[in-house]
């Protein structure tokens, strides 16, 4: 076996060292009526190649070389090649948790800009190390609400990520934590008046998301200003982090629980991703997760360490903030990249090519179908309802190598023949063109039918 | 004094700012296409929500990006410099070709949404390793949603929870031996059970008659860690399995031990119902300084109804589909599908073994453990002379007489070129040095390893301070905690 770097004659000498006859004696400890006498039924030992091979023929089924128009809280951006060169120095890739701190200083300092550049960007005080991804962050943080105001109860924007809300219910159903839902307007944005029929003085946090699932921008401020008034606490979700180089980041808002997945990290079937959670200082010892921190040696010297782990799991089991062990470093080190490449100019910029992309879809897309939530704002993303159901024109748009909106009635049924698109720098002008058109022939032809029908009924 | 080390030989290091630091105006590392649409009035269009600032983040260009993130990887020790001996952790080499069949395009850039007709590649990826699992766990079901091995622990407990709610009383605690990991009782937590500790006996295990006496209805399930985190395989599990099925209550087995057993013995044939993996220690996947991790459930059959949502299912027509309409499902514990990469690398690991590669793999894992316990056997005091599986715990008794400590020895480690083992765990061995080695490593290695414990505990004796100072060769050392702690610096801030 290659992984392996022992030859027959080690083996022999280091059972003889061990004092041990056989491998066989390695194992008594296990009860023999259990030990395994035949081989595992797995596929046989493969050659590199061969490895190659199978998962190439993996990527043909899976299709390569379509043109996407699916956002939902996973995005496709373009990738500075320079990720992949630093993130797969062996000393990152191949690295424990840095526990100890003089042999990690490379992982704990690129942690350190990481937290600093996250703060940058959300306005917020203090950010952590990462979190598993943008959905249990979200559960994270309103798990930590409920700690700090000491209430049971959630209310969360039915315009937050579908799935993100399944996730919390996962979690808030064996906390005892009663969720309640809040509707969404005309314009996409959280129904002001829902929400606050919803609060009760039992309602530890309101958690919506901004730009929202629509991809419509809220209006934090309304929205903060009502939950203070009554006490409760704001949480904000962000999914396209890359909306934060033109949007102006929740900064009302207590906690902010984001997914980073835009920043530079593989669409990959939805993971490995990059959480994260941001708040103010004054929370941050209910903040779950890893953190690092500032400090010196014993010469003087600046050093950064893993800190204020009293509120993890090692050390307070079951009283810790979480039971979160791991949290994502190499991905939390790929957006951290992404965030050095881009920088103060280049984000802005990215997230304008966006903005112009959508803008120039939307646009043409209402000159055939309709699109939704005009009354607001929106980032990259948009809802276009059309006269036949989507699934048809996509089947259709597969045939053209590509893939067009993500169809909403699995989430919302009351939205009927709606799609979710998606543009970002990288969707090209002849590629929304193409699917435009689609769309509008499939109107024409839903229309002619529909004369045809009316003509014959005359 | 100094001893030489036969491994390690300092070499400058260079120094290195914060990005910050380096940034000024007018820098870049990006460059954008023209963009082919008009060109928009963000003002206009966003109103009182559009940025304007984006404050201090950095400007730079793409060669200081290069060297800086260069430098600061130069300062982190890894499984590629040497041995990595982190007891429980399971620190093994991480395959490249692992890291090239995740990168290929179809697998990198599926999107979780796409349809299903083009997402084929990508589900035979989930149901191939998740046979593959089942079979080396000898359990019927498993659910590939968790993303790490806590996140599993939570997963399982959630059906264990359902299952007993399912039976009318969904019970109200998790027993959990003083030696399991600090994520068993968190996780219990979460769940909103209540922990009972369970102790050990003399031999380090399950203490039977305390199980019997503490087992009723009231207990949901065991967690047990089998090998425990003294490296000690659980003897009496089936009489442990029993006592619990006879109260109806289930066994949850943490699985992060699981390199001492792939190949050899299959939790579901003695007695488990449910446990979880992690991709990240047994399979190969790399620890990437703290994560991605992954952490599969495991479970029998009873459980099966539970499982998160969806499931990979195979229609009629032989093509594979998402079922979302699991009425008993536990619900979902993340988007999408899990941390799918790091099940393409730890399949990549198991298509690279197959059976027989996997066997020796597990047989050399404990090999190389029993090897290092007998090289330092009366050198470190070893608390539990039960048989050693993959991991061996000694204690600092003998080097505590001289004023030092299993953390001192194990800084001094770094100066001979090692990372230190797993200090101070497990809590039932005082000032433990948990030593895990893996199958990694060749004769040579584990022989300076031994060399280096060996000489280090001459130093105890000779020259204490030396260990105490430790260690030498850094570019830090001895960083102050309590310090970072009291008073947190958690980010850069400019000063203007």
Known sequence: MRYLPKSPADREAMLQATGLRSVDDLFTPIPAEYRLTRDLRIPRQMAESEIVDWFRQRSHENGEGYTSFLGAGAYLHYRPVVIDALISRGEFLTAYTPYQAEISQGTLQSIFEFQTM???????????????????????????????????????????????????????????????VAGFGDDGRVNLKELEKAITPETACVLMQSPNFFGTIEDVVAIA?????????????????????????????????????????????????????????????????????????????????????????????????????????????????FMTVYGKVGLKELARQNLAKTVYAAGQFAKYGKVLFGGAPRFNEFVVTTSEPPHAINSRLLGHKMVGGLPLKKFYPELGNASLWCCTELTTRSAIDTAVGLVAESERSVRSAKEEVEEVAR | MRRMTRKATRHASQNEGLIFEKSSAGKAAWKLPPLDVPEVDAAQLLGSSERKDLGSMPEVSEIEIIRHFTRLSTWNYAIDLGMYPLGSCTMKYNPRVNEAVARVEGIANAHPYQPERISQGALRIIKTLSECLIEITGMDAITLQPAAGAHGEMTGLLMVRAYHQAQGNARKKILIPDSAHGTNPASAAIVNYAVENLKSDSRGMVDLAALEAQMNED???????????????????????????????????????????????????????????????????PHGGGGPGSGPVAIKKILEPFLPKPVVITHPDGTLGFDYNRPQSVGRVRAFYGNFGMFVRALAYIQANGPDGLRQTTE?????????????????????????????????????????????????????????????????????????????????????????????????????????????????????????????????????
């Not at chain 1, 962050?137 to 409920?146: F, G, P, Q, S």
């Not at chain 1, 903040?287 to 204020?308: A, N």
């Not at chain 2, 060769?473 to 947190?488: F, I, N, Q």
């Open chain 1, 225 to 337: 200003d009502l939950a203070h008034r009554h006490g409760v606490m704001l949480v904000v979700s962000i999914a396209e982090a890359v909306s934060l180089g033109i949007v102006e980041p929740p900064r009302q808002a207590d906690i902010i629980a984001m997914e980073a997945q835009s920043f530079g990290v593989p669409l990959g079937f939805g993971g490995p991703y990059c959480g994260v959670i941001a708040t103010r200082e004054k929370y941050v010892r209910q903040m779950p997760g890893r953190l690092v921190g500032q400090t010196t040696d014993k010469h003087g010297k600046r050093g950064f360490v893993l800190t204020l782990a009293t509120r993890e799991q090692h050390i307070r089991r079951e009283k810790a903030t979480s039971n979160i062990c791991t949290n994502q470093a190499l991905v939390a080190l790929m957006v951290n990249i």
């Open chain 2, 219 to 285: 207990v949901a399930a065991l967690m047990l860690t089998n090998p425990n985190t003294l490296g000690v395989f659980e003897q009496d599990i089936i009489r442990i399995a029993g006592i619990l099925h006879a109260k109806g209550g289930l066994l949850y087995m943490d699985g992060a031990n699981m390199n001492a057993l792939v190949g050899k013995a299959r939790p579901g044939d003695f007695g488990v119902d449910v446990m979880h993996l992690n991709l990240h220690k047994t399979f190969s996947t």
């Open chain 2, 364 to 496: 050399d894992a404990v090999l190389n453990a029993n090897y290092v316990r007998k090289g330092l056997e009366g050198v470190y005091d070893l608390p539990y002379s039960t048989p050693t599986m993959h991991e061996v715990v000694f204690s600092d008794k003998l080097q505590a007489k001289n004023g030092v400590r299993t953390m001192d020895i194990a800084k001094r480690l770094i100066d001979y070129g090692f990372h230190p083992y797993t200090t101070a765990f497990p809590l039932i061995v005082p000032g433990a040095l948990m030593i895990e080695p893996t199958e990694s490593e060749p004769k040579e290695e584990l022989d300076l390893f031994i060399e280096a414990m060996k000489s280090i505990a001459e130093e105890v004796e000779e020259d204490p301070q030396t260990v105490l100072d430790a260690p030498h060769s850094t570019r830090v050392s001895r960083l102050d905690e309590t310090a970072a702690a009291r008073k947190p610096v958690l980010r850069w801030k400019p000063t203007s």
């Open chain 1, 118 to 180: 996250i703060c940058e960007l959300t306005g917020m005080e203090v950010a952590n190390a990462s979190m598993y991804d943008g959905s249990t962050a979200a559960a994270e943080a309103v798990m930590m609400a409920v700690r700090l105001t000491g209430r049971r109860s959630v209310v969360v924007a039915r315009s937050l990520h579908p799935e993100y809300r399944e996730v919390l219910a996962t979690y808030a159903t064996h906390q005892g934590m009663p969720v309640s």
